[in-house]
C-alpha cells in the first residue's frame, strides 16, 4: 500500500485526535489536511513507519493551533467566540464519535503542551518516546506533562475528596432534573424543586424579553420547553466548588447553572456565563475515569 493510501486509511483516527487536542472538527480537518499536504511533499524513501509519521505531523500541526491561539488570547474556544454553523458541527462530531462533551471542556483548562501529551497518550496510547519528539522534548518530561494533564483533569485535591460525599445526594437530584428537562417531563421537574424556587440568569444568556428571574416550581418547570436545546447540550460538573451543570453545545463551554439546595429540593437555580477563570471539575475525584 502507497504512504498516500495508508494516510487515507488512517484519516479519521487522525481527526478523531486532532479534535480531541484542538476541540473544533473544523480546525481538526485543517490539521489533517495540511499533513496530507506535507506527505506529499516528503521524502517517502524516510518514511519507516508510516502512522507514527502521520501521528507526529498532525499533532505537531494541532500543537502549533493551540500556541497560536494562546498567543491570540483565544484559549478556551468558548461557544459565543464561535459562528453557529461551527458549533452545529462540532455538536455532530461528538454524537458520530461518542466524545465527551465533559472531557472537552475540561481539556480546555491544560496548556498546549499537557493537552497534546494527554490525548496521545492516555486517549490515543501513543508511546511517550514518540510524544517526546512531537513536543521537542524528553519521554520522561513528556511523562510528567501527561501525568499533570491528569491530576488536573480528574479534580484530585484533597479539598474535591472531603466535598464529593457532602453533596453526593444532591448530584442524583441535579442528574434527575437534566433528565427530567431533556425528556420533557413536567411533573417529575415540579417535584424536584422547591415550591418558591427562583430561577435567576444573566440578561445576556437570554432571549430579547425573557425575564431575568422567574419564581415558583411550575413556572420554571415549564420555561425549560424553551431551553430545550441548552438542556440537552448540559452537563453536571463543579463550578467554583458549587453543585452546577456546564452548557457546553459542541463541547464548548458557554454558561454554569449552579444549583442551591433546601431539604433535598432545589431552591434556586442560577445561570451566568463560565469565565476562562472559573474553576470546573468533574463530578467527584477520579471522576475522568467516568467521562
Same mark, same amino acid.
Given at each position: ?209 425573557? *425575564? &431575568?428571574?422567574?419564581? @415558583?416550581? !411550575?413556572?420554571? =418547570?415549564?420555561? #425549560?420547553?424553551? $431551553?430545550? %436545546?441548552?438542556?440537552? /447540550? ?10 452546577? *451543570? &456546564?452548557?457546553?453545545? @459542541?463541547? !464548548?463551554?458557554? =454558561?454554569?447553572? #449552579?444549583?442551591? $439546595?433546601? %431539604?433535598?429540593?432545589? /431552591? ?11 474553576? &470546573? ?11
Amino acid at each position: 500500500m502507497e504512504l498516500i493510501e495508508e494516510f487515507e486509511a488512517e484519516r479519521a483516527r487522525l481527526l478523531s485526535l486532532a479534535h480531541r487536542i484542538l476541540g473544533s472538527a473544523e480546525d481538526a480537518e485543517d490539521a489533517v489536511q495540511t499533513a496530507w499536504v506535507r506527505l506529499q511533499a516528503a521524502d517517502h524513501t524516510r518514511i519507516r513507519t508510516p502512522a507514527a509519521w502521520f501521528t507526529t505531523v498532525t499533532a505537531r500541526l494541532c500543537l502549533d493551533q493551540l500556541r497560536a491561539r494562546e498567543r491570540r488570547g483565544e484559549t478556551p474556544l468558548f461557544a459565543e467566540m464561535l459562528p453557529g454553523d461551527r458549533i452545529a458541527v462540532d455538536e455532530e462530531f461528538l454524537r458520530r464519535d461518542k466524545v465527551s462533551r465533559a472531557l472537552m471542556v475540561l481539556l480546555d483548562k491544560l496548556t498546549p503542551t499537557q493537552r497534546v501529551a494527554y490525548v496521545l497518550h492516555d486517549l490515543f496510547g501513543v508511546p511517550f518516546r514518540e510524544i517526546a519528539d512531537v513536543l521537542d522534548t524528553t519521554p520522561t518530561n513528556a511523562k510528567k506533562l501527561a501525568s499533570r494533564a491528569r491530576q488536573r483533569l480528574e479534580g484530585t485535591d484533597p479539598a474535591s475528596a472531603e466535598e464529593a460525599p457532602r453533596t453526593s445526594g444532591h448530584w442524583r437530584i441535579v442528574d434527575a432534573f437534566l433528565s427530567a428537562a431533556r425528556g420533557g417531563h413536567i411533573d417529575t421537574l415540579i417535584t424536584l424543586m422547591a415550591p418558591e424556587v427562583v430561577r435567576a440568569a444573566d440578561p445576556a444568556l437570554l432571549p430579547e424579553g425573557g *425575564a &431575568v428571574e422567574v419564581v @415558583g416550581n !411550575h413556572a420554571v =418547570a415549564e420555561e #425549560t420547553r424553551h $431551553f430545550a %436545546d441548552r438542556v440537552h /447540550a448540559s452537563i453536571p460538573m463543579l463550578v467554583n466548588g458549587a453543585v452546577a *451543570a &456546564v452548557i457546553a453545545p @459542541g463541547g !464548548h463551554p458557554i =454558561a454554569a447553572i #449552579t444549583f442551591t $439546595f433546601e %431539604d433535598d429540593r432545589i /431552591a434556586r437555580i442560577s445561570i451566568a456565563r463560565l469565565k476562562p477563570t472559573d474553576e &470546573v471539575r468533574p463530578v467527584r475525584p477520579g471522576g475522568l475515569r467516568t467521562l
